[in-house]
């Protein structure tokens, strides 16, 4: 399997030899040899590197937590500009674009409408077409297999950084597939590219092609992590620890007041698919509980296909709910630059999700509405942008 990385210089389109770009990167932009896209592309005589852009987290990977803003720099080995998209904007500003004529873009995306990095990818996208210039996506795998979808579709009253546009929480798009999308419905005189991969089967996870993992962002440290991430990440939205602070993140989750043994026989309860849960007590290093014992449970997922992401995070929330009512907590705002909105709510991209889970609604029965949400999408929408078989 090869990455748009991998084979850029056999397809870089015709119409942009020759051209300056901007490459838009963070530390897992590596090719199958580990070698980084800035250097890479730096050696190619298609076109002259012109400018860095880095996504939240820091082009190098090193700000830990959300909402820590990274100020741009001068890099010193490439000599080249380096401009933050998570500072005092996450959209190019035209002072940064001026001397470019395209965006090249190379992230390796985790398959979850949270993460940030496709709607970095959107913002540039944006002040491209605005400006005129052209935009390159080189794909990469979805890493938790591109033909599953699971989860709410996005309502657009509650757009924010973690979800900008209709997407179930866990897409089934590669990073280009998404591009392709954006671009069609929303910004269609966009000059946009995308070099696909080569050898990729749509329900392969990361660990099967063959490329060596590196951590996109620094709580995302396996695949193991990625593949539970579209569930456990709706617990930034509680006052639960989601296991930030460990050397587990997303897969350890708990809180101060949580008995371990009672949390899993609850869970176990809803007989969940693909995966067990294994009690046990830990000290998060830092953000929520930071220093102090928490009780919880471990996520060991035993059958990928099986495994429902999403739905294993609603239960988890479902169980401490209704276990500990006195002592569960939504998150409040801030959460990712939204101020008003819940943070709940715009992780599930829909209010439905909390008010379902305050009422007692059934799991099966919550289920059943994102499911024919999804459906109405993939048939509708996401069909029309899929680039593999």
Known sequence: MQT??????????????GTRAGLLVHPASVNRKLEHAVDCLLKTGKF??????????????????????????????????????YSHTRKPDPSTLKDIDVMVIDMQDVGSRYYTFIW???????ACDEMGKSVVILDRPNPIGGDLTEGPVLDMTYTSFVGQRPLPVRHGMTIGET???????????????????QGWKRDACFDETGIPWVMPSPNMPTIDTAIVYPGICLIEGTDLSEGRGTTRPFEIFG?????????????????????????????????????KLCGGAQIHVMDREKFKP????????????????????????????????????????????????????????????????????????????????
């Open 4 to 17: 748009g990385l991998d084979i850029f210089e056999k397809e870089w389109p015709d119409k942009l030899k």
């Open 48 to 85: 002259e590197l012109k400018a860095l852009f880095g996504p939240q987290h820091g082009i190098r990977g090193e700000t830990q937590d959300n909402m820590i803003e990274w100020k741009g720099f001068n890099d010193k080995k490439t000599g080249l500009p380096v401009y933050s998209l």
């Open 120 to 126: 970095t990818m959107e913002l540039c996208m944006q």
């Open 179 to 197: 591009g392709a999308y954006l671009k069609n419905e929303f910004y269609s005189s966009l000059d946009f590219h995308v070099i696909p991969m």
């Open 255 to 291: 809180a101060p007041f949580i008995e371990p043994e009672a949390l899993v026989k609850e869970l176990q309860a809803f007989k969940l698919s693909g995966a067990v849960f294994r009690p046990l007590y830990f000290q998060p290093a830092f953000q929520k509980h930071a220093g």
């Open 310 to 389: 999403f739905k294993t995070g609603t239960a988890i929330i479902k169980a401490v709910h209704d276990l500990y009512p006195e002592h569960f907590k939504w998150k409040q705002p801030p959460y990712e630059y939204e101020t008003e909105k819940m943070p709940i709510d715009i992780l599930a991209g829909t209010d439905r999700f909390r008010k379902d889970i305050e009422n007692g609604e059934p799991l099966e029965r919550m289920e059943d509405w994102w499911k024919a949400q999804c459906l109405e999408f993939n048939r509708g929408v996401r069909k029309k942008y899929l680039i593999y078989e």
